[in-house]
């Protein structure tokens, strides 16, 4: 009997060694479960702006402007002022860029995080009082406000922000592709080279040849077979 209470306690003493051991590994279990649901929840807020835009029809990547394509789009709109609209505004350079040459210009893009890094950098370079910058979808905005516009698009939405630009713009308004141009419009110049290219429209051009094509479209078939019969 003498031998069984030692025993006894050893046995106890081992329980409660593995109860502890047990809590213990539980314990980080949860915190390592935490840390990595955590992570995870950072990751994706980070993340999902970039990765919405591209699961959009057309997705807008981004790719900041060069100098020289800043430069160029700043030339080729040197004789021109007023409003203008950044279509992809991304980290916002074309527009701040355009706002210290006397424009009050404004930024549309899809990614927050860059809308709130173009935010802050105008508060720094002084413009934030003639620059404005949106978390918009270019399809849902209207641009009949704008007398400049500068678009750096991508060639599988370029047909149909023909459409979209020539029915919103007033005739006295100026297009600016950058990178990728329009696939019917006739660019009154261009400037730069490669992918630095920049080309310009003039609205009352482009609107004049919608109109045209419009009224082919609305003209009766009929007309020319009817006239063959008199």
């Known amino acids: 009997?003498?031998?069984?209470?030692?025993?006894?306690?050893?046995?106890e003493g081992q329980l409660k060694s593995d109860v502890k051991v047990k809590k213990s590994r539980s314990r980080v279990g949860v915190i390592v479960t935490g840390l990595l649901g955590g992570s995870l929840v950072v990751l994706y807020a980070v993340a999902a702006p970039f990765i919405a835009p591209a699961l959009r029809k057309y997705c807008l990547p981004f790719v900041p402007a060069t100098t020289a394509q800043v430069k160029n789009v700043l030339g080729v709109l040197r004789?021109?002022?007023?409003?203008?609209a950044d279509i992809g505004s991304g980290d916002g350079r074309?527009?701040?860029?355009?706002?210290?040459?006397?424009f009050q210009a404004s930024g549309f893009e899809l990614n927050p995080w860059l809308v709130w890094y173009s935010r802050y950098m105008a508060l720094r370079e002084g413009v934030h009082r003639s620059t404005s910058f949106h978390i918009s979808d270019l399809w849902k905005v209207s641009f009949a406000q704008y007398s400049n516009v500068v678009i750096f698009?991508?060639?599988?939405?370029?047909?149909?922000?023909?459409?979209?630009?020539?029915?919103?713009?007033?005739?006295?308004?100026?297009?600016?592709?950058c990178r990728f141009p329009f696939p019917t419009w006739v660019p009154?110049?261009?400037?730069?080279?490669?992918?630095?290219?920049?080309?310009?429209?003039d609205a009352?051009?482009?609107?004049?040849?919608?109109?045209?094509?419009?009224?082919?479209?609305?003209?009766?078939?009929h007309e020319d077979k009817s006239d063959s019969h008199t």
């Open 79 to 84: 004789a021109r002022s007023g409003t203008l």
């Open 188 to 201: 009154e110049h261009s400037a730069g080279e490669g992918i630095d290219t920049v080309w310009v429209y």
């Open 1 to 11: 009997m003498s031998q069984e209470g030692p025993l006894l306690a050893s046995a």
């Open 153 to 177: 698009g991508v060639p599988q939405m370029m047909d149909q922000l023909e459409l979209k630009l020539a029915s919103e713009l007033p005739c006295t308004a100026k297009v600016v592709a």
């Open 204 to 221: 009352k051009t482009f609107k004049n040849h919608l109109q045209h094509g419009m009224a082919r479209m609305t003209t009766p078939e």
């Open 94 to 102: 074309i527009v701040i860029a355009a706002a210290k040459h006397g």
